[in-house]
């Protein structure tokens, strides 16, 4: 029987674009931003706009629109709040357009504009991509968004948490060593996930700028169906039963 | 206490040149040409001048060279034989400067021209590279050569183990996110290093060109105390006490 085949990117220095021309790409941020675009779907956002220059941001708040934008930690003062997940509240973003500033996401959608479609994985909404990809019978890059390039341990954990998920079933299969570390990875990491990250690099940039409070939150499963899809420069949150 | 600082770097794609300009860079291609390296030593040879074209391994050929050859796991015609370890026999490298190609190591190397200095690691010598390491007192990359740029798992384990050893004294420390997965990886593989390995994608690819015979003996620790050190376009082999 042919098998659907599951490959992980660990950087995206590392991302083959022609490779991967007709695979679903799974853009993963853990922290914060694909957790916070997530978390802005299930208070009922209608839309998000991934840009990657504070400019673009001003140029956008400066047309209406609700502008989630730091640099190193602070808000633009042009922004009406951060990238965290918790500034992302029904009160703020239901029916709402909102642009987002990711300089590294923006980069990565870019990367991955030859694939047949780009979406957004977190933990919030695992069990909701998984079940929307095995729909797709369709070859699948987990694309861990990494940091200034470099590997980081948390979209890693959680490229091995999608990776146990799909190749658990008969449709994927993978002969890449990449997706194999990922699954040992979280086969470690999984019972006891909030103390697993204590060690990672991230965490304590988070913590240094005592931006950490929201890593539980993006560590817990299924918070919500909403899949965020990617089409045409705009993201919207389709619900996944 | 001031401590040295260990980072991995998992492939020549993810390399920060300008960042390690004061490390010592270990090179590391398990399967096969840095174990083939650290053998040609323990039998002997008396230089090795890595090159990363045919057309230059042809140049030395006709210069009167010994050389080690392969292209797509064939021997090339004019060499005297491939890039196995096994080919690195005492009776053929014993004295002689040998050219070695190797498209991959050569390009690493030139990346890490700027390190304070290069040295090649593989099981084969890693008690003796991490001797020598000690005594520097410098702060080290570990430079998985990875495969095609992407990832692999054979030179991360051994990263890892690496990692183990330079961080259980008090020297090093890491807030590296590669280390830690290195060193996760390699607690995960090092009770059975061979059957860990099966499911490496480069392990296949020997196989299936019937060159795996050489990869239980490239997992074996310490059998020589051969330390390869990169000069000016040549490695020479140093005995570490």
């Not at 779907?41 to 730091?70: C, M, N, S, W």
Request: charged share 20%; hydrophobic share 45%; glycine share 6%.
């Amino acid at each position: 029987m042919y098998k659907l085949n599951l490959e992980t990117c660990f950087s995206p220095a590392l991302y083959e674009p022609e490779r991967h021309s007709g695979a679903i790409v799974v853009v993963i941020d853990i922290f914060r931003a694909t957790s916070a675009m997530c978390t802005a779907f299930e208070h009922g956002a209608q839309a998000i706009i991934p840009v990657a220059t504070v400019d673009e941001a001003r140029e956008y708040k400066g047309k209406g629109y609700l502008v989630a934008a730091e640099r190193d930690g602070f808000v633009l003062d042009f922004a009406d709040f951060g990238n965290s997940p918790f500034n992302f509240t029904p009160e703020r973003v239901e029916g709402k357009t909102i642009v987002y500033s990711t300089t590294n996401g923006t980069r990565i959608i870019s990367l991955a504009a030859a694939a047949d479609s780009i979406i957004i994985g977190s933990f919030l909404n695992i069990s909701a991509a998984v079940r929307w990809i095995k729909m797709q019978k369709k070859d699948v890059v987990l694309f861990c968004s990494g940091w200034k390039n470099r590997f980081n341990l948390e979209d890693t954990i959680f490229a091995g948490a999608m990776a146990a998920r799909l190749l658990s079933g008969t449709a994927y299969t993978t002969i890449c060593d990449s997706t194999y570390a990922a699954l040992d990875l979280w086969s470690l990491a999984s019972t006891d996930l909030i103390g697993y990250v204590e060690k990672v690099a991230q965490r304590s940039r988070l913590r240094d700028k005592n931006l950490d409070d929201c890593i539980p939150f993006c560590l817990g499963m299924d918070f919500t169906r909403k899949l965020p899809v990617y089409c045409d420069g705009i993201l919207i949150g389709i619900e996944v039963q």
